[in-house]
């Protein structure tokens, strides 16, 4: 069995934690802390550190920390393979013998569970002889494993920010407008379905539908004048984003 | 059965028409649209018409034409309840002794087929007298069905537009940085679910994650060099967006 640490208690790192507890063919030995918030709920069930120098051997030291933190921590001592989970950080930023990377495009929230095995694993590693190791790993985790280099990975994340940052974000500007009208976000729930089931069917621009593309300019007006600040901006350059790919002029 | 026109062959009225075809509540009299396109495909099932003055005596017509159409058209002398389709314009644009609304926030698109059960249908009528017969109606093709008045139409309408047309334009978007980068969009196929599963479960603030609710400056400084254009202008207003809303500062 593989032996596994895993750094960090954040949203990356709890959800790794779990799945490496129930995961039958993982053998997670410790987890690693700055501070020991976060780590109190494993500390009945494995081995907990503080110190990176009091880290355990193990086969593969996966750092789920914030990216400013990865150049600051020497890991050097250490004859594991050491990744990062992180879609925009070089490996070269580590500082450890043997490094690469293992990405998961998704967001995690620490309120809902989520099943590894539909999560995409992005692996990268600086020596092809450690490739193996990641490689058997992530595919214990996952059913979707890719090999993808620093450069698409950044891409990768980039359009996931697109996708599910900035997708959310204009969802929860339509649950700010049902609030403030009082009504039921819920009502809305059918389109938000419909909107993300299409975009697993077609490529986006075939589903687009809306005032923009059709140029209904007095619609579009209408819209301006119901909203203001930064939703109106949001409002105004996402129509003009349709436009262009559209070929609709204003 | 209440006997119906369906006016339009455009995406809603496609969806419309086939849903009362296939209705075994519904009795689909006769179709109407200004040219004969469109109407080829249902000339063999059902009377179809070109002329406003031949239009059969219903109980019920319904209009899917674009917004623009719906003051020229003259209904004065249908004896039937006219409602259109449309979330933004007003009944009393219609020219008809008896007018309302039947306002479906979904997002139609010829090429996928789609269930009415599921739609929320949001009526008015200019006259309560007529309200029982729409919402007879409505009932027939949905399980959701409100009473929506003028004001909140058109503040549903732009929050659909929100999460549906914008919702749609940013998964476009990470769907083109893909493949300009030569990386399949079927890797972020979970992550999108994840972004809409969460949105039927939380509101969406709860659920936002990435470099901009981090106030990850350097992420973010690292995408704005890997884009431009009206994508960096989107790329900056949401990220706007979501500082905003959760208090982090640029």
Chains 1, 2 share one sequence.
């Not at 490496?20 to 700055?34: A, E, T």
């Not at 990405?103 to 995690?108: D, E, L, T």
């Amino acid at each position: 069995m593989i032996k596994v640490c895993v750094l960090g208690v954040g949203k990356v790192g709890i959800h790794l934690i779990h799945e490496c507890i129930n995961n039958p063919f993982v053998d997670l030995i410790q987890i690693y802390n700055r501070s020991v918030k976060g780590m109190e709920l494993f500390k009945e069930m494995l081995p907990c550190t503080q110190s990176i120098l009091e880290l355990k051997k193990a086969d593969l030291y996966i750092i789920a920390l914030p990216d400013s933190i990865l150049p600051t921590l020497d890991l050097n001592h250490l004859n594991g393979l050491v990744v990062h989970t992180s879609g925009t950080v070089p490996y070269a930023s580590l500082k450890a013998k043997k490094r690469g990377v293992l990405y998961p495009p998704q967001s995690f929230t620490k309120e809902k569970k989520i099943s590894f095995k539909q999560i995409p694993l992005c692996l990268e590693t600086e020596f092809s002889t450690d490739y193996d190791l990641l490689d058997e790993f992530a595919r214990k985790l996952s059913r979707v494993v890719y090999k993808v280099d620093q450069a698409k990975r950044q891409k990768l994340h980039l359009a996931a920010v697109f996708a599910n940052n900035f997708g959310n974000r204009v969802m929860g500007i339509a649950y700010e407008i049902c609030q403030e009208n009082d009504l039921d976000f819920s009502i809305l729930q059918p389109i938000i379905q419909e909107t993300f089931l299409k975009a697993q069917i077609f490529p986006p621009h075939v589903s687009q539908t809306g005032p923009a593309l059709r140029g209904d300019e007095k619609t579009i007006q209408k819209h301006f004048s119901q909203l203001k600040g930064t939703d109106l901006e949001v409002y105004k350059i996402l129509t003009k984003s349709i436009q262009e790919k559209h070929g609709t002029e204003l």
